[in-house]
């Protein structure tokens, strides 16, 4: 079935330092969304792209939709504390249910 | 504020008991999808419900089961309770498959 898989499990940066998260799938995406989870706290909608080669800004936040729409990263620059958390994709793949990868856990050293 | 709503917030049942989880949609949205969230994993997804109809589901078995109400409320009901159902589960809002949002979790632990 859909998958998306979502590299890499864990990242641990010191305040300052770039991060990247990569999502991947071996099918070809409608469109990739990705989600903000703060520790005990529930997935926040952060964006969603449509087409294909897509680069959305967030402030320090670059998402990226891939030319085949089989890939999606997200980075951060400058990452800050309040940038702890998981970061989830998900998809809609070709059917409506949103399908999401297994997340980054991002944790930050001030 | 018309964001999601789930009831309750934290339950505790026992191994065989049955439960009861509310959602109450963001105003506008009309769909109500629910998911699993196990500790250190991805939400997973149980179900989706649209005009009272279940529309799709997920790898869950016939024990979890929903419904929507004509006001886009749901109910995920889950029977025969096992110690592995125990996580978060979430509801997420939407209008038909877009602008998806999630409500708090009801946070399940099963003793």
């Known amino acids: 079935g859909q998958q998306v898989m979502q590299i890499p499990q864990y990242q641990h940066v010191q305040e300052g330092e770039d991060f990247t998260t990569y999502c991947n799938s071996s099918?070809?995406?409608?469109?990739i969304q990705w989600y903000k989870q703060r520790p005990g706290g529930h997935p926040v909608f952060l964006i969603q792209?449509?087409?294909?080669?897509e680069v959305k800004k967030q402030k320090r936040l670059t998402f990226q939709f891939g030319e085949a729409k089989k890939n999606s990263s997200l980075h951060i620059t400058a990452t800050q504390t309040t940038d702890v958390g998981t970061y989830f994709c998900?998809?809609?793949?070709?059917?409506?249910?949103?399908?999401f990868g297994k997340g980054t856990k991002l944790t930050v050293n001030p | 504020d018309a964001g999601v709503t789930q009831s309750p917030t934290h339950l505790i049942k026992t191994r065989g008991q049955q439960v009861t989880l509310r959602c109450s949609p963001k105003?506008?949205?009309?769909?109500v999808s629910w998911y699993q969230q196990a500790l250190g994993q991805g939400p997973q997804f149980i179900f989706q419900?649209?005009?009272?109809?279940?529309?799709q589901r997920g790898n869950f078995p016939d024990r979890f089961s929903g419904h929507q109400f004509p006001n886009y409320s749901s109910e995920l009901n889950v029977n025969a309770l096992l110690l592995g159902d125990s996580a978060l589960y979430l509801c997420?809002?939407?209008?038909?498959?877009?602008?998806?949002?999630f409500g708090s979790g009801t946070r399940l632990t099963v003793v």
């Open positions: 998900a998809s809609q793949g070709g059917s409506e249910k949103l399908v």
């Open positions: 105003s506008g949205h009309d769909t």
């Open positions: 997420a809002s939407s209008l038909r498959d877009y602008g998806y949002t």
């Open positions: 099918t070809t995406l409608s469109n």
């Open positions: 792209l449509v087409k294909s080669g």
């Open positions: 419900y649209y005009e009272e109809e279940e529309r």
